[in-house]
C-alpha cells in the first residue's frame, strides 16, 4: 500500500498499480474540489513511477464508478473566476491520466456518469463489466451542463459526431453491451471473469501488446458513427448549442477545447434554468428522505405464501445475495410445525397480494407464528397499509414496501407507513435497505404509491394525445423538448403493452375511476402487438427503428366518448396544449398523491417524481412547480383542459383545498412565471 486516505487508496502489485476511488465518506461517489486535488497528486505520483507497466482505475463500491463533480460544488460558483479555476482543476486531471507514459485502465462495473465518464474517457482503455449494475451516461443535461474537462472531444473522437450528440441529447444510461457497440467501452469483460479478464490483460500489455478491438466491433463501429441514429428531432436549446460548438471543436488542440468549455461554462453557471436544475439535483444528492436510525441488519426474511419468483421486490432481495424463505400460508399449517425458535427469529415477513380482505385474513392466520417485533411489508401494487392495519392485533410492525419495475433509478424503492406504524418499524427497514444499496423513499399510503401513479399518468396521458391525432414522433419528441427524460412512447414499446395494461386497471380498481385509460391499450390486442417485445407498438422494432404509422388509425377508431377534441386542428395551438397536458396531468397526481401533514413526504413525492418518472429537472418537482407557479393559476388551467379535453385533468380534491386554504405543497419560496406564459413555453 503506496498510499491510503478516507477517499483514494493507491498500491501496486507485479508492476501493476491500482487506484481505488474509496469514497467511504460520500455515499454518493461525488467528487468536490479537494478531492480532485488529491486525485490529481495521485496521478501525478503514478507518472513518476517509470517502472511501472500500467495504471488501473477502479472503484472500491462496485455498484458505482464515479459521477462526477457534484451539484453542490458547481451551485457554490458565483463568478467568472471561480467557475475557470474549478473546470481548470477538472481539465488538469483528466490531461494528466491522458499524458500517463503507460496505458490507463478505467474497470468500470457500475455507474459511470458525468465528469465520472470524463475521467474513464481520459483512460487509453476502458474496461465495461457486463453485469446489470454497469451504465454509462452523460449526465450533464440534467444539470444543464455540458462535459468540460475535455469529454466532448474525447466521446466524439470515440463515437463520431452524430452519436455523440445524440446521447447528449437524450441522456440515456446504456449498458456494457451497449457501450462497447458504440465505441465508448474497448473491452466487454464478462462478469465471472472479471478479475481474471483483467489480469490477463494486463499480461498481454506487459508482454507488448497493444489493446485491440475485435475486427468485427471495428467495422460495426466505422459503419455505424455516421449513419444517422434516429428518425425522431432532436431537441434544440441553449444546452445543446453549446455541446454542438464543443462538438465543433473535436479535430482542434485540446488547449482550444479546454478554453471554449471554461467560457461556455461561464455562460451556463450564470443561467437561471441552470441553477433551477442543480438545485434539485442537489437536493436529490443531500436530502436524507429515511431517517436514520440504529441500523440493525434483518437475518430472517420470509415470503408469505407463494409468488416471490415473479414479485420485483423478491428478485431486487434475492440480487443482493439474500435468501428468503417461504411461510405457508395454509390456515391449518400449525405453529407446532414452524417451531418456537424459529418463530422468533422472523425479522421481516413480505406478504404479496392485492385484495385487503384476504391479507387481514391471512396476516391474523400467521399472527400466532411470528414475533410481535416482526415487520410485515406489503409488497402488492394497489393495496394500503391503512386498509390492512384495521381490526389486526399487531398493526405497529404493518409498513408498505414497493419497487417500481420501471424506474430510471436502479434501487429505488418506496416504503409507506399507516396511521398506526411503529416509526422504529420504518427507520429499521429503511436503513437496512440503504445498506444493501438500495434507494429507499418515504412516500404516502396511496394506492399504486407515488413512482407508478405518476409514470402511468404520464404515459397515458401521451397514449391519449397519439389518439386525439398526435404522431408518435411528435409526441415523442414533445416530450424531450418538455425535459422529461424517457420519450413515453417508446417507454410504452419498451415495457409492454400487458404489463402496463395489468398495472392500470389494478390501480383503477384501487382508485374506483377511470385513472388511466387501459381500453386504448385493448385496441391493439386484435393486431398482436405488445410494444418491443414482438418488434410492433407505437414504433416498429426491428434493425431499423420507424414510426407505426397504424398505431394512430388504431387509436382513432371508437375513441373515447368523454373527450371534447378528438381531432387536431390547429396543430400550434394544439401541440401548446400537448405539452401542458403532460405536465399538468402529472402535477394534478402529485396533488392528489400529497400529504395532509408532511412536507418531507411532499418533498418526497418530488424526487420519486424525477428519479422513477423521469420528470424534467429543469421545472423542479410538479409539487414545487405549482407552488412557484401559484396554485390559482394551476386550478384554472386545469378547468380548461377539464372543458376542453375530459374529466381526468378534474383538479384532485387537494389541489382544491390548498388553494382555497391558501396552503402551499412545499416550504421554499419559488419564482412564479410570468402571467399567460404556458408551461411548455417556459420549458422549451
Known amino acids: 500500500m503506496l498510499y491510503e486516505s478516507p477517499n483514494f487508496r493507491l498500491e501496486t502489485d507485479e508492476l501493476v498499480a491500482t487506484i481505488w476511488l474509496d469514497f467511504h465518506l460520500r455515499t454518493d461517489q461525488t467528487l468536490t474540489i479537494p478531492l480532485i486535488n488529491e486525485l490529481t497528486l495521485l496521478i501525478e505520483r503514478v507518472g513518476q513511477m517509470k517502472f511501472l507497466e500500467a495504471l488501473v482505475l477502479r472503484s472500491g463500491r462496485p455498484e458505482v464508478f464515479c459521477r462526477g463533480l457534484d451539484a453542490e460544488t458547481w451551485k457554490s460558483l458565483k463568478t467568472s ?41 481520459a483512460c487509453s482503455t476502458i474496461i465495461a463489466v457486463n453485469r446489470p449494475a454497469t451504465n454509462f451516461r452523460p449526465g450533464f443535461h440534467e444539470q444543464g451542463l455540458v462535459p468540460c474537462w475535455g469529454g466532448a472531444q474525447r466521446l466524439t473522437n470515440r463515437t463520431g459526431p452524430g452519436n455523440a450528440r445524440r446521447w447528449f441529447r437524450t441522456d440515456v444510461r446504456i449498458d456494457a453491451v451497449m457501450a462497447d457497440r458504440l465505441g465508448i467501452a474497448d473491452v466487454l469483460m464478462p462478469e465471472a471473469e472479471a478479475e481474471t479478464g483483467l489480469r490477463r490483460l494486463l499480461d498481454q500489455i506487459a508482454d507488448g501488446h497493444v489493446v485491440k478491438q475485435s475486427l468485427w466491433n471495428r467495422l460495426r463501429r466505422g459503419i455505424t458513427r455516421y449513419l444517422p441514429s434516429s428518425r425522431v428531432k432532436l431537441p434544440e436549446s441553449q ?9 465543433g471543436l473535436h479535430q482542434h488542440s485540446l488547449v482550444e477545447n479546454h478554453v471554449a468549455e471554461r467560457r461556455v461554462m461561464a455562460q451556463l453557471l450564470t443561467d437561471d434554468e441552470t441553477q433551477n436544475r442543480l438545485t434539485i439535483s442537489q437536493e436529490l444528492e443531500s436530502v436524507p428522505v429515511i431517517a436514520e436510525g440504529s441500523f ?69 392466520v400467521v399472527a400466532g407464528r411470528i414475533s410481535p417485533r416482526t415487520v410485515i411489508a406489503l409488497v402488492g401494487n394497489s393495496v394500503t397499509v391503512a386498509e390492512v392495519q384495521a381490526g389486526l392485533p399487531n398493526p405497529a410492525g404493518i409498513i408498505g414496501l414497493h419497487l417500481p419495475e420501471w424506474s430510471l433509478t436502479p434501487g429505488l ?25 438500495f434507494a429507499p423513499h418515504l412516500v404516502t399510503d396511496r394506492p399504486g404509491r407515488v413512482a407508478d401513479t405518476l409514470l402511468l399518468a404520464y404515459l397515458s396521458e401521451a397514449v391519449a394525445l397519439v389518439a386525439d391525432g398526435f404522431s408518435p414522433r411528435e409526441i415523442d419528441g414533445l416530450a424531450i423538448q418538455l425535459g422529461f427524460v424517457r420519450p413515453p412512447l417508446e417507454w410504452c414499446d419498451e415495457i409492454g403493452f400487458e404489463e402496463l395494461a395489468t398495472l392500470t386497471a389494478q390501480l383503477q380498481l384501487a382508485r374506483r375511476d377511470g385513472f388511466a385509460r387501459p381500453l386504448l391499450f385493448q385496441k391493439f390486442r386484435p393486431h398482436g402487438w405488445n410494444g418491443k417485445s414482438n418488434g410492433e407498438g407505437f414504433y416498429r422494432h426491428g434493425f431499423w427503428k420507424s414510426e407505426n404509422e397504424l398505431a394512430r388509425m ?131
Open 81 to 121: 473566476n471561480e467557475i475557470a479555476a474549478c473546470v481548470m482543476r477538472g481539465q488538469e486531471l483528466t490531461r494528466k491520466i491522458a499524458g500517463l507514459s503507460m496505458p490507463s485502465l478505467a474497470f468500470v462495473e457500475g455507474d459511470c456518469e458525468s465528469g465520472g465518464l470524463e475521467i474513464a474517457l
Open 239 to 247: 444546452i445543446t448549442d453549446f455541446f454542438d460548438q464543443l462538438v
Open 296 to 364: 440493525q441488519p434483518v437475518r430472517r426474511l420470509f415470503w408469505l405464501g407463494t409468488g416471490q419468483e415473479e414479485s420485483a421486490v423478491g428478485k431486487a432481495l434475492r440480487s443482493r445475495g439474500l435468501e428468503i424463505e417461504t411461510l405457508p400460508a395454509d390456515p391449518e399449517w400449525s405453529r407446532e410445525q414452524f417451531g418456537d425458535q424459529r418463530r422468533d427469529s422472523v425479522e421481516l415477513l413480505l406478504v404479496p397480494g392485492e385484495d385487503p380482505a384476504e391479507l387481514r385474513r391471512q396476516l391474523a
Open 413 to 437: 424503492i418506496e416504503i409507506s407507513e399507516g396511521p398506526q406504524t411503529s416509526p422504529d418499524a420504518v427507520n429499521r427497514i429503511g436503513s437496512w435497505l440503504g445498506s444493501l444499496k
Open 554 to 684: 388504431v387509436l382513432w377508431r371508437d375513441h373515447d366518448r368523454q373527450t371534447k377534441a378528438p381531432y387536431i386542428t390547429d396543430m400550434a395551438t394544439g401541440l401548446t396544449d400537448a405539452g401542458d397536458r403532460l405536465i399538468y396531468r402529472v402535477i394534478n397526481e402529485a396533488a392528489q398523491l400529497a400529504s395532509n401533514e408532511s412536507v418531507l413526504l411532499n418533498k418526497s413525492a418530488d424526487h420519486v417524481a424525477v428519479l422513477a418518472g423521469g420528470w424534467p429537472r429543469s421545472l423542479a418537482g410538479p409539487l414545487q412547480l405549482t407552488d412557484d407557479t401559484g396554485l390559482l393559476r394551476i386550478v384554472n388551467r386545469l378547468h380548461e383542459l377539464r372543458v376542453r379535453y375530459g374529466e381526468r385533468f378534474r383538479p384532485s380534491p387537494e389541489l382544491l383545498r390548498r388553494t382555497e386554504a391558501g396552503l402551499r405543497f412545499n416550504q421554499t419560496i419559488g419564482v412564479t412565471p410570468a402571467p399567460g406564459v404556458s408551461l411548455m413555453r417556459q420549458a422549451g
